[in-house]
């Protein structure tokens, strides 16, 4: 059973027969109540019990096949990091400030010039007019109506910096715990069957329970 590193101290090699949670993908640390179950411990807590992956259509299952995606057929067995799972999924909430859009004036001055005259005047008589009416010349021009209006957006509501980094902190570990379900059961293949991948940081095979900073994940061999 792998134990947590300290801080400085490198991720561990993964174990054989570790138990892993069904949500977030780390060792389930072995409790005196574990040994009274009749089934294997699915969750490492009740907050993962609560928070498990949705079916599809779901974010969860859009960050997996990002995974799988991005791996590739796995002949060169190239390593994709969680932070380019993160850019492809959630490229349009981390660009969206949460400002308001400014406020557009439309002018609607069809016919009028500049110099605030109009030539609507028409010539009473003139050949082929039949009943034109002449305006008067001291007669003021219609003033410009002026609608305010905001533009469409699909921005999301303003929040403010800390909420910000609330749901960027909130997005990255979903990131990782897709990649370490990964490590742990495998990723979904369009033929129905799972294909493992392993957790690699500073260029060797880590344990993803306690893998820390930048990592990512390859297909096993």
Same mark, same amino acid.
């Given at each position: 059973?792998?134990?947590?590193?300290?801080?400085?101290?490198?991720?561990?090699?993964?174990?054989?027969?570790?138990?892993?949670?069904?949500?977030?993908?780390?060792?389930?640390?072995?409790?005196?109540?574990?040994?009274?179950?009749?089934?294997?411990?699915?969750?490492?807590?009740?907050?993962?019990?609560?928070?498990?992956?949705?079916?599809?259509?779901?974010?969860? *299952?859009?960050? &997996? =096949?990002?995974? #799988? %995606?991005?791996?590739?057929?796995?002949?060169?067995?190239?390593?994709?990091?969680? $932070? !380019?799972?993160?850019?492809?999924?959630?490229?349009?909430?981390?660009?969206?400030?949460?400002?308001?859009?400014?406020?557009?004036?439309?002018?609607?001055?069809?016919?009028?010039?500049?110099?605030?005259?109009?030539?609507?005047?028409?010539?009473?008589?003139?050949?082929?007019?039949?009943?034109?009416?002449?305006?008067?010349?001291?007669?003021?021009?219609?003033?410009?109506?002026?609608?305010?209006?905001?533009?469409?957006?699909?921005?999301?509501?303003?929040?403010?910096?800390?909420?910000?980094?609330?749901? *960027?902190?909130? &997005? =990255?570990?979903? #990131? %990782?715990?897709?990649?370490?379900?990964?490590?742990?059961?495998?990723?979904?293949? $369009? !033929?129905?069957?799972?294909?493992?991948?392993?957790?690699?940081?500073?260029?060797?095979?880590?344990?993803?329970?306690?893998?820390?900073?930048?990592?990512?994940?390859?297909?096993?061999?």
């Amino acid at each position: 059973m792998s134990t947590r590193p300290s801080r400085n101290a490198l991720a561990p090699r993964p174990s054989a027969n570790t138990l892993y949670c069904r949500t977030c993908g780390r060792v389930i640390s072995p409790r005196k109540s574990h040994a009274t179950l009749t089934t294997p411990q699915k969750y490492c807590s009740d907050r993962c019990r609560r928070e498990r992956p949705r079916p599809a259509p779901s974010t969860e *299952k859009d960050i &997996e =096949r990002a995974f #799988v %995606r991005l791996l590739g057929g796995g002949e060169e067995r190239r390593i994709v990091k969680c $932070e !380019e799972v993160e850019r492809v999924i959630f490229t349009k909430t981390r660009t969206d400030d949460g400002s308001c859009g400014e406020e557009v004036a439309l002018s609607n001055a069809d016919g009028l010039e500049e110099d605030g005259c109009s030539d609507v005047e028409e010539e009473a008589g003139d050949d082929g007019d039949d009943g034109g009416v002449r305006l008067p010349s001291n007669m003021e021009p219609p003033a410009a109506i002026t609608t305010t209006m905001k533009p469409k957006s699909d921005k999301v509501p303003h929040r403010t910096p800390r909420e910000w980094g609330m749901q *960027k902190a909130k &997005e =990255r570990e979903m #990131v %990782r715990r897709a990649a370490r379900r990964g490590v742990a059961f495998g990723f979904e293949m $369009e !033929e129905g069957r799972r294909r493992s991948v392993e957790a690699v940081q500073s260029g060797r095979v880590v344990e993803s329970s306690f893998a820390k900073g930048e990592w990512g994940v390859r297909w096993r061999e």
